[in-house]
């Protein structure tokens, strides 16, 4: 399988490279930043810009000889309520995260073939809002319905196109990273990495236009039982047949 990986110098984006590498693909990446890790051929291009943007993808797919998947692990995230964001701000993260995936999107399709299928990667936080995440919240939501208009309007070409949504991601063995999170922990890259490497295989044949979250069922999850310290309790001690809608329940 060749592989184009756009993002590649990001931690998600080296881990998936090592897996797909491990796994017998070949991947050319491209990136901002020249360290890509074990890619087959580092293309160093501003993704923001689409005319760079094109060069890139075809710099990227020349030397694979072709394209059967590509990986679009593209962002850039500042913090900040909308009312705190200057354009100046706002620009930098949309350029960065929309932008550059819709940039580098739009010369992959155009040279995909049949059987060929793109991956995004995006986040829970295009779809559960925190305080002070306005402008890579909205670029991410963005990165989401581009993928899924681009998985309907490609499918007849037999080009699927679908989405990872990543929580928290933390490699340490012993994160402190955890409230929230049915699982107990957050993620790690190589837990990302792997439905990356299932979404850009033949395996998922199947699969278009998904958004898969990959965040130990943080997106499953009702606020309400970490809101209410009693249900918390309840729940880490296993309790069973709660109602999370009973106005009798007392803290």
């Known amino acids: 399988m060749r592989v184009v990986l756009a993002g590649a110098a990001s931690a998600v984006g080296q881990a998936v490279t090592a897996l797909l590498v491990a796994r017998g693909a070949r991947v050319a990446g491209i990136d901002l930043h020249p360290g890509q890790g074990q890619v087959e051929r580092a293309v160093v291009a501003d993704l923001r810009d689409a005319v760079t943007a094109g060069r890139a993808v075809d710099e990227a797919v020349a030397a694979l000889g072709g394209v059967d998947a590509a990986v679009l692990g593209l962002a850039v995230q500042r913090g900040g309520r909308l009312d705190e964001t200057t354009q100046e701000t706002w620009e930098q993260v949309m350029g960065g995260t929309l932008d550059a995936t819709a940039h580098t999107l739009r010369r992959l399709v155009a040279v995909m073939g049949s059987g060929s299928s793109v991956v995004a990667i995006s986040s829970v936080n295009a779809s559960l809002a925190h305080p002070g995440n306005a402008a890579y919240a909205a670029a991410k939501g963005a990165v989401n319905a581009l993928l899924r208009q681009a998985a309907v309007e490609y499918a007849p070409r037999g080009i699927r196109l679908n989405v990872v949504a990543p929580g928290l991601i933390d ?16 993620v790690t890259t190589r837990e990302v990495a792997e439905v990356v490497a299932f979404l850009a295989s033949p395996a998922s044949s199947g699969v278009t236009g998904a958004v898969i979250p990959v965040d130990a069922g943080l997106s499953a999850t009702s606020p309400v039982a970490f809101a209410r310290e009693s249900m918390y309790r309840a729940w880490q001690a296993g309790a069973s047949g709660m109602s999370l809608g009973r106005s009798d329940q007392a803290d």
Do not use: I
């Open 171 to 186: 490699d340490r063995s012993a994160s402190p990273l955890t409230a929230g999170y049915p699982m107990g922990r957050v």
